[in-house]
């Protein structure tokens, strides 16, 4: 089975979220932010240390660069933020926390959980082999990661879960058809964008210090295959 890893993190999600919640109204709000401000400084130094990792900054770089063009021209941050006004509306009618919370809990959660490292080669490793490990440990970080997210962002973190199901599930499932892409330099530049994304959710979602549309760049990740190929075809690599 090809998606047990991301079966296990998304149970933990789950499990960590409900914690969360329960927590929510014991946890005072100085300890939330800054349990939060803590989770943003892991982030950022985490996400700078895989970009460091860059074969060829070039290829970072130009994956953003046209990814983040794509991205808005096929409005992925608009789209992320209408399924969560959706869900807010089916699943929390009603209750009293507020839409731009749960929608920021949602989009928060969603991005984090399935940025990164982790996600990309777990889910690629879980595909090739069967093997699940890598998963198995971000499913551990992810469920603590739930717990101060939920208690904080409410509700909305939960419905990640839905995210994580199919980002990671998708990619196991596409790496078990596509195992004569995946080289060491590929993953090591998806790598490389995924830090600098997670550099830009700490910025803008956990710290809180400059907004920024993180959903638009993720076509970034489609653009690495082939900027890796057009360097190394002309010897850039």
């Known amino acids: 089975m090809h998606v047990t890893g991301t079966l296990i993190n998304v149970v933990t999600i789950l499990v960590g979220g409900f914690i969360g919640l329960l927590l ?18 892991f982030t950022m130094a985490y996400g700078l240390r895989l970009f460091l990792q860059t074969g060829n900054s070039l290829v970072v770089l130009g994956s953003l660069l046209i990814g983040v063009l794509l991205g808005e021209w096929w409005r992925i941050e608009e789209g992320l933020t209408l399924v969560g006004i959706w869900l807010e509306k089916k699943f929390n009618r ?6 731009a919370r749960f929608i920021r809990g949602f989009l928060t959660a969603s991005l984090l959980f399935c940025i990164g490292p982790m996600a990309v080669l777990g889910s690629i490793q879980d595909g090739l082999t069967g093997d699940f490990n890598t998963l198995a440990i971000k499913a551990i970080l992810d469920g603590f990661a739930s717990i101060a997210f939920a208690s904080s962002l409410g509700v909305g973190v939960l419905f990640s879960s839905l995210i994580i199901l199919i980002y990671q599930g998708g990619l196991s499932l596409l790496a078990s058809q596509l195992q004569f892409l995946m080289t060491d330099v590929l993953l090591q530049e998806i790598s490389a964008v995924g830090g600098l994304m997670l550099i830009a959710i700490a910025l803008s979602s956990l710290l809180e210090i400059k907004k920024i549309r993180v959903a638009s760049f993720l076509p970034a990740f489609l653009l690495v295959p082939v900027l890796v190929w057009v360097f190394k075809y002309f010897g850039l690599y």
Do not use: R, Y
């Open 24 to 41: 929510g109204n014991k946890l005072s709000e100085k300890v939330s932010h800054t349990v939060m401000m803590a989770l943003g400084l």
């Open 94 to 99: 009603g209750q009293t926390t507020e839409s």
